[in-house]
Every structure is written in C-alpha cells, then in structure tokens.
C-alpha cells in the first residue's frame, strides 16, 4: 500500500523511504487524462502564462478525468556539479520540490500522474547519452519510493538529431537506469519522428511488461496548428476547418488503424494517445467535431488518451472565467452531462 510519508502538500511532500510500494502491484489503468501544458515545461513555469495550481486537481478530478500528463523542462533546471562533463549536472533540489508538490496534488485526488521529460531540446540538437541517462537516473532515484501511480515518460517528441537509431539506444539506456531503482514503475515510451504515429514502424520496444507506448495525433496539421505561434507560417493556415467528411474521418480511421495493428504485433501492447488537441483559432465547431472523433477512435481501440491541454491555447479549461469549455468538455466526455459549476 502506498503511502505519502508527509502530509500536507503545501509544504511539499516526500515519499515514504521505508518501503517500495511500487513492487509488485498491478498494471496501473490509464483511461482519460489531461495535459497540464505551457505550466513546468516552459523554462521557468510561469514564464508561458500558467502556473500548477491545486484547485487544478479538483476540477480535473471532478470532470471525470483519472491521470494527468506533466510535462517538465527538468533541463531548465540543471545546476552544474562537481562531476566530470554533462553528467556533472544535478537536477535542482528547489525545483524537485516545486514538482513534488505538483505530484502530491495529483495523488491525494486519485488521480495519476505521468512525469514526462519535456522541451530537452539539446537532445533534439546534440545528443548526450551521458546526460540523458544522468538525468533520468536522478529522476527515478527521486521517485523510486513514490507510489505506482507516478509514472515516467521518457522524452517528448524525440526528433532531429535524435533518429530513430539513436533514441531506440537513448530509450533502452534510460529504461535500464530507471529500472536500477524501480523495478516496476509503469514507463511511457514513444517513437522518435515527433511520436507520429508513422514512426512506430521504427521503434524498437525494450522487453519489459511494464510499458505503455504513446504517439501523439495532430493530424492534419494545417487544422491543428493554424495560427499557432510557435509554427512558421502557420497563419496561411487560418480558416482551415475539418467537416467530419468521409474522406477526412477515414484518414483518422486509417491512421489508428496503423497503431492497432502495431500494438498487436507487439504483443498487444498498451497504447496512450499521449497528446492530440486543436489550437483556439481553429473554427470552434471544426474544432469539437474534430476533438470528439479522435477521441472516439481511440477509445473504439482500448487507447487510453490526454488532451492537450488543460488551461492555455488547446484549453478546454478558461482559467480566467474559472470554468470548462463546456463544448470541448462535452467533446471529451459525452456521458458526463453538463459540468456544474465548482
Ligand atoms: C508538443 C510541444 C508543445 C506544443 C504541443 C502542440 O507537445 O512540445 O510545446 O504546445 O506539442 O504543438
């Protein structure tokens, strides 16, 4: 049985050193979740307009979701050590704080908590195997004593320099230093080519029964990404909308269709929408109609799923009325009825 060893979250929280809780329990179920995106993977959190609060998990409990992705920019926040080289860095103990707090939240409402390695962009520009594994070696002797429900992620979006040859030698090195201090712990690995779908062909899935493997679902991203910021020439894209044509719902169909077929030739393998979301300038009803049929596909094939994102410009939450979108809520989660207010 899991325990969190100090009480009050306020305060940050440490887990239990005296026990393993995480040895020998069952697969941990993800179903529903949401993204808490632009908050700890912006490189100080804040710094992208939203901030982790904990009134967060209440809402996100209460509208039915079970877990949460966390993404973390962990390499915003490397103090330099007395080691030799990249591996001299150690994660910021302040910082680990900050997310214990975060995690702490997530499981005293039940709900799960993946810890996803976000925005490391030097391993998309110039790999470090030495850092890598050095910084998910820290992370896991963190966590090694928090309970099942803490999940890891290995790397958001491996791609550029990181190939698909190199990440399959990257993910199977960091999943050997995460299993030195949990040896159970429920791990999500995705394929480099940015977690696209079509990547899967390419990875190489370690032999360990306690994986999940993730892709992420923007497709077409002229819809998705029109007007995004961060996304040269994504304006020419404006107006784009997506009908729910024939042609448009079976180019989803086929796509998912692809990663079904790839879980079952690996051994059914457990499969996490990880991310899928259309940016707010999308046409709103483009953007339900949209939202609510990926969703539908991937719960037609057993995928658990997270929105992206919670509070931001995908949000299904509006942090300054302090309600949900009551559309793309309904587009997540038709069986729930009208979300009352808190
Ligand atoms: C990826 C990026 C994130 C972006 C999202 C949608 O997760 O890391 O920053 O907002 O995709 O484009």
Avoid at 10 to 26: H, I, L, V, W, Y
Avoid at 151 to 159: A, S, V
Wanted: proline content about 5%; some cysteine.
């Amino acid at each position: 049985m899991a325990v969190l060893a100090i009480g009050s979250c306020d305060r940050g929280c440490r887990f239990s050193a005296e026990q393993s809780p995480n040895a020998g329990t069952a697969p941990i179920e993800l179903a529903r979740g949401v993204n808490l995106g632009d908050m700890l993977e912006a490189p100080v959190e804040g710094e992208w307009g939203q901030r982790v609060q904990q009134h967060y998990f209440d809402l996100i409990a209460r509208a039915g979701f079970d877990f949460v992705r966390l993404p973390v920019k962990w390499s915003g926040h490397l103090l330099a050590g007395s080691g030799q080289g990249s591996s001299a860095f150690s994660i910021d103990p302040d910082f680990f704080d900050r997310v214990d707090e975060v995690v702490c939240w997530a499981l005293e409402r039940d709900l799960s908590i993946i810890i996803d390695l976000h925005h490391y962009d030097e391993m998309q520009t110039n790999p470090d195997l030495v850092a890598f594994v050095s910084v998910w070696r820290q992370i896991a002797e963190h966590y090694r004593h928090a309970p099942p429900q803490v999940l890891f992620e290995l790397l958001n979006e491996p791609r550029d320099a990181m190939t698909n040859a190199l990440w399959n030698r990257y993910a199977a090195a960091a999943l050997q230093a995460i299993r030195e201090s949990n040896p159970h712990r429920e791990v999500v690995i995705g394929p480099s080519g940015i977690n696209d779908f079509s990547a899967l062909a390419d990875l190489d899935l370690p032999r360990d029964s306690r994986l999940i493997v993730t892709f992420h679902y923007y497709h077409p991203i002229p819809f998705t990404h029109q007007g995004a910021v961060w996304l040269d020439g994504s304006e020419a894209w404006l107006g784009t909308d997506w009908q729910g044509t024939e042609a448009e719902r079976l180019r989803v169909i086929g796509d998912f269709d692809v990663v079904s077929e790839w879980a079952r030739e690996h051994g059914d393998a457990r499969i996490l929408l990880g991310e899928f979301g259309a940016y707010k300038l999308a046409p709103q009803d483009s953007r339900i109609r949209w939202t609510a049929f990926v969703r539908e596909q991937a719960e037609a094939r057993g995928f658990a799923w997270s929105y992206w994102e919670f509070a931001s410009g995908f949000g299904i939450y509006d942090p300054e009325s302090g309600r949900f979108r009551e559309d793309l809520y309904q587009a997540l989660m038709p069986t729930r009825g009208v979300l009352r207010d808190p």
